[in-house]
């Protein structure tokens, strides 16, 4: 493939199908997957997966006050981070809702903050409000750095393969990131283990993306022409053996992903929580939010609902009792005593009497637990105790879950 195509063009190649992320009239195409979904999917869990990330974007700081600056804006404790250090945030506005979910990525000459590519010119036009005699210089660096993932047990072999360095050290160090040369690139790599195996993020420099994309699917055992068997026996033995022999990782897909990051519990924000969420309800608050440091944006709402004790609402797990699956958007209702046999097949329609409680986020089916509905869902407070029962419209009938915890890779 010549190195002057675009990651567009290998990706159709290798058989990419997209799917519009975005507000319409500006939305970004993101991969859906590559034709092979369950071979996406068991990478992620037995191999590597690599995944570009369009969706995400880059607001670079500079100058002597930026760190002040930051933590006196984001959720997270700034103000102590060394050099090399990486910490998730939440920036709120004044009412102490979610504007952006942050990866910050402290540095010794800069800070990068890392988020959703549609939060960015909110977050830089508040930023630049806020503003006044701080030495500090703001860049909107999404079109300077392009965004990998690897998801995997073998993320860590691929780096070290295409690496000069080792990276060994980073998965006995999360909450970090490092520069290594990875295809003679300079790229930012740190941990992320969202799909509850090892992950790393990459930001890699864009008029280098295509040469290290490359790299990393060669050096993963992926082919972009495969020869056939039955043109050319010779070859595709040949091909084979050296599947066999390597990593037999992929380019993998936003579906295989989405069913992964269920699995492990991680919520996304646009997806699971969004603009009108407050921190206590997205169920990563103590990954997100720091309760010792000073002032910030929003904090009086966020330190006033501490002391409450309770959000109205929080996002909870819901284990499925059969194979229905319901889909984002479905309301979950209370389950009655008489609506203890209710199923897909027999139930009936939501009436008056279920009481609506909750709404579905996301879900998927895990091939990991045997082929069962996995769902997340935002329940009123009271009603998001473990093993509350409720009911849920799916495929025509109502099906009775279980609440959880985010977590379904270990079964509750």
């Known amino acids: 493939m010549p190195r002057s195509q675009s990651l567009h063009d290998i990706q159709l190649h290798s058989g990419a199908e997209f799917i519009d992320y975005g507000p319409a009239g500006g939305s970004v195409e993101v991969t859906q997957g590559f034709g092979h979904y369950e071979a996406e999917y068991a990478a992620i869990r037995q191999r590597v997966g690599l995944m570009h990330l369009p969706q995400r974007a880059v607001l670079r700081f500079t100058g002597d006050d930026r760190q002040d600056f930051l933590h006196r804006m984001l959720t997270q404790e ?3 981070l060394k050099g090399g250090s990486t910490v998730r945030a939440f920036q709120l506005n004044q009412k102490g809702r979610i504007v952006a979910d942050i990866i910050i990525h402290h540095g010794d000459i800069d800070t990068w903050l890392e988020m959703d590519r549609f939060d960015l010119p909110a977050v830089k036009e508040m930023y630049e409000s806020h503003l006044f005699a701080d030495d500090v210089v703001i860049e909107d660096w999404t079109e300077e750095r392009t965004a990998f993932a690897l998801h995997g047990p073998l993320s860590e072999n691929l780096l070290r393969l295409v690496g000069e360095e080792d990276p ?3 998965a006995e160090m999360p909450g970090t990131h490092h520069v290594l040369t990875l295809a003679g690139v300079k790229v930012t790599v740190y941990r992320q283990d969202t799909c509850g195996v090892s992950g790393f993020g990459l930001w890699v420099p864009s008029g280098k993306a295509v040469e ?7 050096a993963s055992g992926f082919e972009l022409d495969q020869p056939d068997a039955q043109t050319d026996p010779q070859a595709a033995a040949e091909f084979a053996q050296r599947r066999r022999a390597g990593l037999r990782g992929r380019p993998i897909g936003w579906a295989a992903f989405n069913t992964a990051r269920i699995e492990a519990g991680s919520p996304i924000f646009h997806v699971d929580f969004g603009h009108d969420s407050i921190p ?6 103590d990954e997100a939010v720091s309760f010792i440091k000073g002032c910030y944006l929003g904090q009086e709402i966020v330190a006033r609902m501490q002391s409450l004790g309770h959000p109205k609402r929080l996002l909870v797990g819901l284990q499925i009792q059969g194979d229905e699956l319901p889909v984002a958007g479905a309301q ?3 389950s009655a005593d008489d609506d ?5 097949d027999n139930a009936n329609t939501p009436t008056a009497t279920h009481k609506v409680i909750g709404g579905v986020t996301s879900s998927a089916i895990s091939p990991l637990l045997g082929h069962k509905p996995m769902v997340f869902a935002v329940m009123k407070w009271g ?9 849920i419209p799916a ?10 915890g985010l977590r379904f890779l270990d079964p509750p």
Do not use: F, I, N
């Open 280 to 285: 206590a309800e997205t169920g990563v608050l």
């Open 383 to 391: 009603k998001h105790t473990p093993g509350t029962c409720v009911l």
């Open 395 to 404: 495929e025509g009938g109502l099906v009775r879950a279980k609440v959880q």
């Open 332 to 334: 979950v209702t209370e």
């Open 78 to 80: 700034v103000k102590g």
């Open 168 to 170: 060994k050290r980073m």
């Open 212 to 218: 290290v994309y490359q790299a990393l699917l060669s």
């Open 340 to 344: 203890a046999g209710a199923t897909g």
